[in-house]
């Protein structure tokens, strides 16, 4: 519970320190006057935001210090996890600068979401502003979730793991069958690339050949003529001669020595070229000149430059790359099995996702059956007659759209506040009146689940008056039976209820503002029911009827 409260320097606050008892306490004051700041205040201390335009004019920092006792197993391993002393009191300290904040939770610092943490195991406070959290659908699976915090956390933890696991194995499949789907993309390019390659009919030594062939066929006239002269030399007396100078010198030799080498040498030499002019003589071939022949060697010289220039490489090249791609585009197995093994792998997950998807759900229908019956028995104690229904959506176990972040739920809660007009949609039917007492109602339900120590009210009773009011008032009352409840109210019927009243009134003085706070007598108490139910002028009458109001509770 929260013991204690020092205010120091903040907005027309410049210092205030106030003590907290167990039970009920009301704040009341005019409007203005600083009761919110006080929920500010502690607002700061359960982890909301800061801003430095809450520091006091003139002031370099605001500090709030809240003192509370708390003894919760939860709480106490967070704590030690965080390694901060606890004696089973809390100290938390907010200090706002211009430039700079600070957070303290028993003299050691931390961080915010740290304050988070340890705040709701401390207190929940409960503004006119949430009454939103009961118009939005999307709220709905939090405040059925709190009922059982521990409980849903378990199943929910094992769900989320689940749903991780398969939405990182659906992305490891679908870059898979993005790979795949690349590499058909490329297949179709490739095989056109290589079905183009295998109809040139690419081979070795065509390229030399043609080459060849065309050089003779575009040279016909100077290569037949060169053949003939070539033909008149071999035939002509070229050999002949060169026969009978060997002779000669071998003659020559028996007489005079120095030619005997030479007439071998030449002797060698008339049989090699013998064979060399054979040759020649061999090779000549009848040379027919075909027009066509050259149309179709020059076609093919022409197509072959521009497969060249296409694939930017020579023929050897292109062969080699036809083959290479004859081997890619051959067998996609491997791929196909990482495919189908990943995708039974998916199926696999999905089914353990769903099925403890499916457990959650169940916890949370017998749970929301509870809420049912016991929300339905709450207002009715706040004069509100109401059937209520939690509708959970049925869900297509065939999709994975079914595995949402929150589990397999969609629900609505339907009610029915006049009799015979049927359930409809919450969100769409309750007045400003019926939807505070509802959110009292889950207000009180989740306090009572969940154990919270202190629950404070921001004038959860806008919106209500008469018997309304009464009914409100005793239902904040029975709260506060089991956890410490602060309430900031306007209303006679809420503060005649409050074992504690602290009255919060603003003063002006050398130009100044300032926040001067009191914890009310009996006396003071009944006068001040007196006040909010007449204003100014207090009749002795409306003095008698607030005493009743407040005495009655104490009777």
Partial sequence: MLNRLIITNLAIIENI???FKDGFTVLTGETGAGKSLVIDSLSLLLGERASAELIRQGEDKACIKGYFSINKPQLNALLTKLNIPNDGNLIIERTIGRNKNNIKVNNVSISLADLTKIASFIADIHSQFDYGKILNPENYLGIIDGFSIDLISSYKNEYTSLLNQYKKKKEEYTLLLERQNKINESRDFYLYQYNELKNMNLKEGEEEEIESELSLLKNYD??????????????????????????????LASYQNQYVDTQKQLDDRYYEINDILSSIKKSFQDIDYDPARLDELEQRDSDLSELKRKYKKNYKELIQYRDELSASLGDNSTLEEEINSKKIELEELFKLALEKGKELSLIRQKISRKIEVELENSLSSLLLKAKFKIIFAPINEKEDTCLLDSGIDNVDFYIETNVGEGLKSLSKVISGGEASRIMLSFKALFIKANKIPTIIFDEIDTGISGEAAIAVARKIHEISLSSQVIAITHMPQVASLSDHHILIEKNVKDNRTFVKIKELSLEEKIHQVAYLISGDKITPKQLEYAKEMVLSKRN
Avoid: C, H, M, P
């Fill in 17 to 19: 320190d106030v003590s």
């Fill in 222 to 251: 100077k290569v037949y003529s060169l053949q003939q002269q070539a033909r008149e030399l071999i035939n002509g007396d070229f050999l002949d001669n060169f026969y009978e100078l060997n002779k000669t010198l071998e003659k």
